[in-house]
């Protein structure tokens, strides 16, 4: 029996890899560019609650929180609207988001820029890795979240630059958008790769 159908088939998944693994490295450098743009133009941590226009919302460029960086970076990068997507998805599935602030129904002004519910909304859609304190894991554009000092969620995306082979990321941990080694400073809860625009 010929063994070139079970060859050309293993060429064909092997071809199929590289060009999703080259697909993710662009869309991965895609993410970190947008996000490193912010930086020196977001110079302030400020979470007061904001009404936004909406599709499309934001707050002026010049303050954020930590999941400004991220929602403006996916815009940018991607075209994805987080303040959408997750409003949208929110209201399909309201009960399996969380309910740390007591709301009933959702709200496209906050739901997006709360870390918690950014790591509901990436998990539902299958951006999901497993979390590890390997450094080669963690791939340019890559979404991280963890849990600062007072059980505070923050959120970060990892940069394609490193320190002593660290990656280091890019944030908003309240001095403004930075580019600065803090991968494993806290303890990690989530690491997300977007594979797809949803």
Known sequence: MSRWPS????????????????AAQETGMSIVTAARQQVG???????AYTRLDYPMGDVPIEIGVCTDVIIRALRDALKMDLQQLVHKDMAAAFSEYPKNWGLKKPD???DHRR?????KYFSRKGFSLTVTEKPENYLPGDIVTCT??????????VSDKKMNGIPLVIHNIGDGAKEEDSLFYFSITGHYRIKRVP
């Open 7 to 22: 060859i050309k088939a293993n060429c064909l998944w092997v071809v199929l890899f590289l060009l999703t693994y080259a």
């Open 41 to 47: 133009q977001t110079l302030y941590y400020d979470p």
């Open 108 to 110: 496209s002004n906050i």
């Open 115 to 119: 870390v918690l519910n950014l790591r």
């Open 148 to 157: 600062l000092p007072g059980n505070i969620p923050h959120i970060m995306i």
